[in-house]
């Protein structure tokens, strides 16, 4: 039974415009989520984070929102670039459950030119 | 970039043959994990570590094994192959295992098929 969701597997979206990648968890005892970005034959490195006491974050051109009400977090890249084509996966967890990470199954972002 | 490294990065064996699959770290963190990524699934834990010798399962460990005898070496064994274990492993370490900025880094993965 999957804890974190990511609905669409895929998302085309136009250079320079915005790219929204949505995630929805089950688990209410969640209360931290990342974001990891994942190129071809390249492991998953992280993007941006967000702890359940904020709504939103920002670092750069990522923005990432959460709505703890409706268990909902999305990914905000403005302007999308070539470069963020990828598979963004979205993860979870409980602050005190290290060993926990709990991963939906990806979204292909594809920024065309 | 963490220093990770996995090896082999592609293996492909037959059915019922053991395979060891190794993951080296040179950032001295404490945990240590296996993960697998299938499509549909995403990224599911296999086992962790968090310390020399102190591993436990995670939620696809059936027909798995790990060991860690050394901080910067974690193995990850399947004592005897099945096609469903076709997969990309992943290692991750993490510094403390918990705490607001804890996050997870990634080695390049492992490309296994069984054939």
């Known amino acids: 039974d999957q804890q974190v969701k990511q609905n669409s597997p895929s998302l085309s979206v136009q250079e320079g415009r915005i790219s929204i990648l949505n995630c929805d968890y089950t688990n209410s ?17 992280f993007l941006i984070s967000i702890s359940s006491i904020k709504d939103k974050n920002e670092d750069g051109r990522f923005t990432v929102f959460l709505n703890k009400s409706a268990k909902h977090l999305s990914l905000h890249i403005v302007p ?25 199954s990806g979204t292909k972002l594809n920024v065309k030119p | 970039d963490a220093g990770i490294t996995q090896s082999p990065r592609h293996k492909v064996t037959e059915t019922g043959t053991p395979v060891t699959l190794r993951c080296h770290q040179t950032e001295n963190h404490r945990y240590m994990y296996w993960y697998r990524q299938d499509p549909g699934h995403g990224l599911r834990l296999i086992h962790y570590s968090y310390g020399v010798k102190d591993t436990d399962k995670g939620e696809v460990s059936d027909g798995y094994s790990v060991s860690r005898s050394k901080t910067e070496d974690f193995l990850l064994t399947l004592e005897s192959a099945t096609s469903s274990q076709t997969s990309v492993y992943f290692c991750a370490i993490s510094e403390r295992g918990s705490g607001t900025n804890e996050k997870l880094f990634f080695g390049s993965g492992t490309q296994l098929s069984v054939l």
Not at chain 1, 29 to 45: I, R, S
Not at chain 1, 80 to 104: E, H, I, M, T
């Open chain 1, 29 to 45: 005892m969640f209360d931290y989520f990342l974001w990891y970005k994942k190129y071809p034959a390249e492991g998953p490195t």
């Open chain 1, 80 to 104: 999308s670039q070539p470069g963020d084509s990828a598979v963004y996966f979205c993860a979870a967890r409980k602050l005190d459950n290290f060993n926990k990470f709990y991963f939906g």
